[in-house]
């Protein structure tokens, strides 16, 4: 199974609920935890996994024989990105703008351009106790993250609860963690931003078709509407975690909260459950 | 004209709190949303909407089941796993056009995307140039390249002294396009490991490009001994901590009330966020002499 966390707003707790969960279910379940916010992973901090693998990212992009090129244009014409550029008897590539498409290599007439890999990122796998864990780090200075995200993807064990770490936004990184989710949990704050943000990311979900619940962090602070949205809505709140100053203590100093207010293990277990009955129920009601 | 732009790295840090602050507190300025996929400084600054632009960007492969043999060339192509049962999946199309060129039978078009909208509005701070980015679309960077071209656009027509940017969270394609050519960039922290993390990968992206940078730590007594950290971290990075901001419920009431904190109370944080502002100002203008 495949539960994704994700939030439209940032710092709304993403994390903290992945990691949480992910610790909580450790005893119960095959657990894996993947932290697809690869331009600010921190799932890591709180779990601090033995990394046993490190292996790069890299996107193909081209390269130009200039012995063999004829300065015909037509690579510079196909490319939806504007990457490459035919001025007189110079082709200029500009590698930050490819998307890795090869079409260039297999259109040029003259077979002028071979694709070299470039890299744009790392994906790091390692362990802690039984969980196991998978991160991706964008490269500082790249912009694309789908990639990295992918191949973080690659590594969902299917015969685990695969828990997935999502970036903050609705845009092409949101989506391509989130898709394929059996669930999404969404996590906001009872304010007028996180109420904002909610909608964007409800919208998200139901666009890609995933089931999602909510999560409320930092209850007592802001008003109602968020509650009051979820009800209209027809989204269950699956959990409220209260402002409280221990809980933020825990979380600056990168420590889960289900270590040290082990009460918090239960809450987090009786979420799954909470899941796990909405996927019962939406599988009953689709078989009728 | 000197143009500001406010980042983080980490989400919920208090960026658009503290534009909504120097939106009330700064004069002759533009404002700019730059988080255009989950945009919320409208929610303090209740704009009224003056213009609405479509932002067209991106391409999608769109098969013509009609004329199509199913000689399945498209899919070993494509390099997005896009095309499946000759249907074109558009959240994974990356409109490459690859499929378009190779289509031995021309039965693949590409086709336009409407990818979110801008617009241009009035508040009782001065014009805002806001965006909303449509749900799965790519281009993000685009339409925040897009955004900043017409605040500057609005910013010289006005005369404008700055332009004030809210910009978006993690490191990649919209944080580069909303950094790219600034004056200045400042960085809100807080005093969490996570926030010292991802402060530490803004800052090398923004070195990486060249940007001058502020730090301000927002909520610093949460945990002082990680404000501490944070600190003697900017003065080895050579950067300026700007602002400690402590923790208050009164920036999530003013959010609440729909106004910047600034005009909503005067204490302790309100103080500091003024104190902020100048010492911004004074930054982005002697960066011009």
């Not at chain 2, 609005?154 to 790219?180: M, N, Q, R, T, W």
């Amino acid at each position: 199974m495949i539960i994704s966390v994700a939030s439209g707003k940032g710092g709304t707790g993403k994390t903290l609920v992945a990691t949480n969960l992910a610790l909580s279910l450790n005893d119960v379940s095959k657990v894996q935890l993947l932290d697809c916010d690869v331009e600010e992973p921190n799932a890591h901090i709180f779990i601090e996994p033995v990394i046993t693998r490190r292996e790069t990212v890299s996107i193909p992009v081209p390269v130009v024989d200039e012995d063999k090129c004829t300065y015909c244009g037509l690579c510079a014409e196909i490319c939806a990105y504007n990457a490459i550029t035919v001025i007189k008897e110079h082709v200029l590539v500009f590698h930050e703008l490819c998307h890795g498409c090869g079409a260039c290599s297999y259109l040029c007439p003259e077979r002028a351009i071979s694709e070299q890999k470039k890299e744009i990122g790392v994906v790091e796998s390692g362990q802690l106790g039984e969980m196991s864990f998978v991160h991706g780090k964008l490269n500082v200075g790249q912009a694309m993250a789908v990639p990295v995200i992918k191949k973080v993807k690659e590594k969902i064990e299917p015969d685990a609860i695969a828990i997935i770490d999502v970036s903050p936004g609705t845009s092409c990184p949101v989506i391509e963690s989130i898709k394929d989710s059996d669930f999404c949990i969404l996590v906001t704050e009872p304010t007028p931003f996180g109420l904002n943000d909610l909608v964007l990311a409800v919208e998200t979900t139901r666009k890609l078709n995933v089931p999602c619940g909510v999560v409320i962090n930092r209850v007592g602070i802001g008003d109602g509407r968020v509650k009051a949205y979820c009800q209209e809505n027809n989204i269950k709140v699956l959990l409220e975690i209260p402002l409280d100053t221990t809980i933020a203590r825990l979380y600056s100093e990168g420590l889960p909260l289900v270590t040290y207010m082990s009460s918090w293990r239960e809450e987090f277990v009786g979420l799954y459950r909470l899941i796990q009955e909405r996927l019962h129920e939406g599988s009953r009601s689709t078989k009728r | 004209m000197r143009e500001v732009v406010v980042l983080s790295g980490k989400g919920g840090t208090g960026k658009t709190s503290i534009v909504g602050a120097f939106a009330a507190l700064a004069q002759h300025k533009i404002l700019a949303d730059c988080d255009v996929d989950a945009a919320d400084l409208h929610l303090i600054l209740r704009p009224e909407l003056k213009e609405k632009h479509e932002f067209w960007s991106g391409q999608t492969a769109f098969i013509d089941r009609g004329v199509c043999t199913e000689c399945g060339l498209c899919r070993d192509v494509c390099r997005f796993q896009a095309i499946d049962n000759w249907i074109v999946d558009p959240v994974s199309c990356e409109g490459c056009g690859f499929c378009y060129h190779v289509c031995p039978v021309q039965a693949i078009t590409m086709q336009e995307n409407l990818a979110g909208h801008w617009f241009l509005s009035e508040t009782r701070y001065g014009p805002l140039v806001h965006a909303r980015l449509d749900i799965a679309q790519e281009n993000s960077g685009k339409l925040v390249a897009m955004v900043r071209k017409q605040a500057r656009k609005v910013a010289e027509s006005e005369e404008a002294s700055y332009i004030i940017s809210d910009g978006p969270p993690g490191i990649g394609c919209p944080v580069i396009s909303s950094l790219s050519g600034t004056d200045l960039a400042l960085l809100v922290t807080e005093p969490s490991l996570s926030g010292i993390h991802d402060l530490e990968r803004i800052l090398d992206v923004c070195q990486h490009f060249g940007i001058t940078t502020m730090v301000c730590i927002n909520k610093y007594d949460i945990n002082e001994d990680n404000t501490r950290r944070i600190e003697r971290y900017c003065l080895t990075q050579g950067v300026e901590v700007a602002a400690r901001i402590p923790f208050d419920n009164v920036i999530t009431e003013a959010m609440v009330h729909g106004v910047p904190v600034v005009d909503y109370t005067d204490n302790g944080v309100t103080h500091e966020l003024e104190r902020l502002w100048k010492l911004v100002e004074t930054r982005l203008n002697r960066k011009s002499k």
